[in-house]
């Protein structure tokens, strides 16, 4: 079927001939010729088509880490039928804890590059893929027959269109930096400094914030009352799917790539602030994302933390500036953080989004999504 096709001749979604498959090489091809005027952003066709095959090669992707779905007709052949409707799926660590403490190592799903053809639109055919896709990924890509934990998508197009197939919206809501630093407060720490770091120091970065995250969990767990905590770990190939993403766009776009990927603040492992980060390109001008943002003694002096938080952001105000970035982003932001942050005098706005990058999850457990806490609920998670 190409770009003339008859509408009369398409299935309906509710057809039974309809099936959810994995793309073959080609297909995956056409899908991403077909996206690239919807996410190309200031990458070429070529350019864009050549991300895509690259990404497939770095370590959250690689060896079955990616798989393509696509919703078609099943009596017609590979490379031969029409691709109704596709998506992505990326393989990832988790972790849920019970109230009484019980932690649980697991995998989950990250959904992302939901499609449908203009040609094929209007008829349902992205809804009756994810109403499939849904519990296929509760036993996709899982060891001894055991089932994931939950699989998490992020919508551009509002709370209840993936609610209706079973994802439900959790808070979405990021602290905005502008680039050029206000006027600081009294008292503010904004001229402190913080060291930046580039790909060498995630790797020691990534293993401390598990840490955190495990020990962090069962008290969590415990205050919430919620059916279980559940949170995507935010590990090394987790950054670095981000970094390397970024890397390839700056190269076409700059012709050199950032060697500054965050910043710390302190020496002592457990009492340090640090961030790690990724820029991100629409358009001409793009936004510079905190992948996540640490602190590691939430109990530790409010000065202090204060100070590493103003150290942290400054570094990403000047890294924003000198890569055409309009605006510094964190995603969820604590409570501590927000105050933190306005302590500091950073002159942040607090947005809470309700149409783009709407955090979604879909819990594979006992009990329901909408009594589960989500942790840890940033920007690393996305795909």
Not at 27 to 42: K, M, P
Request: charge should be negative; proline fraction near 5%; include cysteine.
């Amino acid at each position: 079927m190409g770009s003339s096709t008859d509408p009369s001749s398409l299935p309906s979604a509710s057809s039974p001939n309809l099936t959810l498959t994995q793309a073959t090489a080609s297909e995956r091809e056409r899908i991403w010729s077909l996206t690239h005027r919807q996410w190309g952003g200031v990458l070429s066709h070529e350019q864009y088509v050549a991300r895509e095959a690259y990404l497939r090669n770095v370590p959250l992707q690689k060896n079955g880490g990616i798989t393509h779905w696509v919703l078609t007709d099943s009596t017609l052949a590979p490379d031969q039928r029409p691709i109704l409707s596709s998506c992505d799926t990326y393989r990832k660590r988790a972790v849920s804890c019970t109230p009484s403490g019980v932690v649980t190592d697991g995998t989950a799903h990250g959904i992302g590059a939901v499609f449908t053809d203009p040609q094929y639109r209007g008829k349902g055919y992205a809804s009756r893929m994810l109403k499939e896709l849904g519990p296929v990924l509760r036993t996709w890509q899982t060891a001894d027959g055991q089932e994931a934990l939950f699989s998490v998508l992020y919508s551009d197009i509002g709370k209840s269109f993936y609610a209706k197939s079973g994802w439900a919206a959790f808070p979405s809501s990021h602290l905005a930096f502008p680039v050029v630093s206000t006027t600081p407060q009294t008292g503010s720490t904004d001229s402190v400094s913080a060291t930046p770091i580039g790909y060498h120091e995630p790797a020691e970065l990534c293993a401390a914030d598990e840490s955190l995250l495990r020990a962090a969990l069962p008290r969590r767990a415990a205050d919430k009352g919620a059916t279980a905590v559940v949170a995507l770990v935010p590990d090394l190939d987790s950054v670095l799917w981000h970094l390397m993403r970024e890397d390839f766009i700056a190269k076409h776009v700059f012709g050199r790539t950032p060697t500054v990927k965050g910043a710390v603040y302190g020496e002592k492992e457990g009492a340090r602030v640090w961030a790690v980060w990724t820029r991100a390109y629409y358009g001409e001008v793009g936004t510079l994302h905190f992948l996540r943002f640490v602190l590691e003694d939430e109990d530790a002096a409010e000065e202090d933390n204060a100070r590493g938080v103003a150290a942290v952001v400054g570094v990403a105000r000047a890294q924003a500036a000198e890569w055409r970035c309009r605006e510094v982003q964190t995603w969820n932001p604590s409570p501590r953080l927000r105050a933190l942050v306005e302590r500091a005098g950073l002159g942040a706005e607090f947005v809470d989004r309700d149409s783009e990058s709407i955090a979604s999850l879909m819990w594979y457990g006992e009990g329901e999504t909408r009594d589960v806490d989500w942790f840890y609920n940033e920007k690393f998670g996305w795909c």
